[in-house]
């Protein structure tokens, strides 16, 4: 039976894949340098830097031990990391303040993804199972940066189009999470990881 999983692991999904990932990236990048030229906020540079980092990781994955074959999760996958590229600049926000917390979220992400290295990913999978850093604390320390840092560029950036993109990253972010774990608890050395960080994305409450 046809794989997906063996689709996006071609050479050429890899190469297609790799150029729509570089013209989203580009067209992100140039709106925020503008921005940080414009308005001289610097919070658009560190988001950028943030998922600038998650798709260079994503080029420089390394290969899991099993994948998921279902092509919802790829969908969610995909859709889920890179929609923050998304987001675009507004002129102004519900919530100027609000800037802080999606600075915290990209420094929470940066330290996350540097954290997992190759062996970041974007479908449920087994790699080597990362617990130092933020993974001490809670279990999927790069969602909670994604909750924070897209409820913070949705309110300090507000237009329609990023609420809509901040609504998507969250709802995407829920059902990677769940699905993942349905993953990774089939690893003796994950349900262990389990047991000693009870929580999934905020200390003494989820």
């Not at 050429?12 to 030229?37: C, V, Y």
């Not at 420089?60 to 074959?69: H, K």
């Amino acid at each position: 039976m046809f794989q997906v999983s063996s689709l996006f692991r071609s050479r050429l999904a890899n190469f297609i894949g790799g150029l729509a990932l570089a013209a989203l990236w580009g067209l992100f990048a140039l709106s925020h340098i503008d921005s940080w030229r414009v308005f001289d906020d610097w919070t658009y540079l560190i988001f950028c830097a943030a998922e600038t980092l998650a798709a260079f990781l994503f080029l420089m994955r390394s290969n899991p031990v099993a994948v998921s074959s279902n092509p919802w999760d790829w969908l969610a996958g995909v859709v889920g990391t890179f929609s923050p590229l998304l987001f675009e600049p507004a002129e102004w926000g519900l919530l100027s303040e609000a800037r802080h917390l999606m600075v915290l979220g990209c420094v929470m992400q940066i330290a996350g993804l540097l954290s997992l290295n190759r062996s970041f990913g974007l479908v449920p999978a087994r790699r080597i199972i990362k617990t130092a850093g933020l993974y001490r604390i809670v279990r999927h320390p790069l969602y909670s940066s994604y909750l924070l840092g897209g409820i913070g560029y949705a309110l300090s950036n507000s237009s329609w189009r990023n609420l809509a993109v901040a609504c998507a990253v969250i709802l995407l972010m829920l059902l990677r999470l769940v699905r993942e774990e349905r993953v990774l608890r089939q690893d003796a050395a994950y349900r262990t990881y389990m047991e000693q960080v009870p929580y999934r994305l905020i200390p003494l409450v989820y």
